[in-house]
């Protein structure tokens, strides 16, 4: 069982950036690989990033490449969003997810979630 708790939503101003985080519980933290995915009101959940196990590969969706940055912290078992020039259309929940499938983009192979940060971007 892996545990997940997100922080560092917010209200930020377009252009704006925040930083998310994601604890994880258990000593088996680099075992999954870790994605973040966003849902926003009346809208399917999407992915966003995804860092391998050692985190030396990162899979970003093309419209947030170049602003947002996923890293982690196999010590501290803690995956990090850096998301910059946000977007008022990024306004969403961003949920923190692990896998332990290989490197994936899709949701469904995501075993564990946590429950989810708010980001609000105002224009």
């Known amino acids: 069982q892996v545990q997940l708790v997100e922080s560092g939503g917010g209200l930020v101003q377009a252009g704006g950036s925040l930083r998310l985080s994601c604890a994880a519980s258990g000593r088996t933290f680099s075992r999954y690989t870790m994605g973040w995915f966003r849902q926003a009101p009346g809208k399917e959940r999407e992915f966003v990033t995804a860092i391998s196990r050692s985190g030396i590969r990162k899979y970003y969706t093309n419209f947030v490449k170049g602003r947002f940055t996923i890293s982690r912290d196999n010590a501290k078992n803690t995956v990090y969003l850096q998301m910059n020039s946000l977007k008022p259309e990024e306004t969403a929940v961003y949920y923190c997810?692990?896998?332990?499938?290989?490197?994936?983009?899709?949701?469904?192979?995501?075993?564990?979630w946590g429950q989810g940060t708010q980001v609000t971007v105002s224009s």
């Open positions: 997810a692990a896998s332990s499938n290989d490197d994936s983009n899709y949701a469904p192979d995501y075993n564990y």
